[in-house]
């Protein structure tokens, strides 16, 4: 854990043989200087305020899924906890984003009560839970988001087919969409400079991922590499999200490759027909990470540089779109 106020402290858990010294210490990166904060827990994360006083935790719950826990008068108690669910299999949608520097409020990915996981802040004082942002369509995730130094969220997403962006920071949506302007669409926040003006962003469309630094406030933008620089002299494959309606009226996203040069007007869709691959990922409940994982889209851009349309849905049963779609798979398929 960093603080913004103790900038040259790091607290830091440690793991010894025996277990004798295993736990949390904070370390002075200015000599090395170590003092001991803990014994080991068995949290993961535990969040410290910008004094590097234990707040928060999270662990696993009785229910089979997550709980978080608040630190009051020297031990842990539990405050929240969420039952077993099939998000569980990417290691749950209801995790703590982030603690705000006073220790006073906790934020989190919450579907406690709710078919969608939402973004909630948590006030510590009451356990009062008040809801930040949500999505009709989408699970908001707790990875990608955009946290200040202040440990609020600037932005959640969810994913359908494409991301689904909620700003809670008018200026960083600003930056963000002037970022993805410049880059043609496709553009994803990964981490940001400790006093939030760089962002190191990535492009995603399909192909090799591309990153760059953004400069807040000078507005330039700098491309640094990509993953598979290999095929930097080749034309590949372009893509597009769609909306689709299976025959019971359920929507499905999806993502259609098209072989390069075979979308003249780019509206995502062929000049003329095409034979028409339909992909479907594993799982079937592990749903989210297929949209834009080398694992899978290497292989859409092979097939669509032979000739073949792709197509990459997203189907009942799957995760990331709350608890009913998941259902929905439940003795159908597709």
Known sequence: ALSPKLNTKVAVRTRTADGKASG?????????AT???MG???YNPILFSDLFDPV???APGDAGGTAYF?????EWEKIREYPYDLSMLLGGFNRILSLSADGQTLYATDNLGTDKSRLVAIDLSDDQVTELAADE?????PFGAMIDRRGKPQMVLGVYGDARRHFLDAGAEKDFLEVDERLGGGASYQASSANDSIWLMRRLSGGPTKYYTYNRQSGRLTYLFNDFPALDGYRLAGRKAFDLKARDGLQLPVHLYLPPGADANDDGLPDRPLPTILYVHGG???GVVQWNQWFHTRNFLLLADRGYAVLNVEFRGSTGMGKAFADAGDREWG
């Open 284 to 286: 079937p409940w592990v």
């Open 56 to 58: 928060a935790a999270q």
């Open 24 to 32: 949390l210490y904070l370390v002075d990166l200015n000599g090395g």
């Open 40 to 42: 080991e827990e068995p």
């Open 137 to 141: 369509k989408v699970d908001l995730l």
């Open 35 to 37: 003092k001991w904060i």
């Open 70 to 74: 608040v630190r009051r008068n020297h």
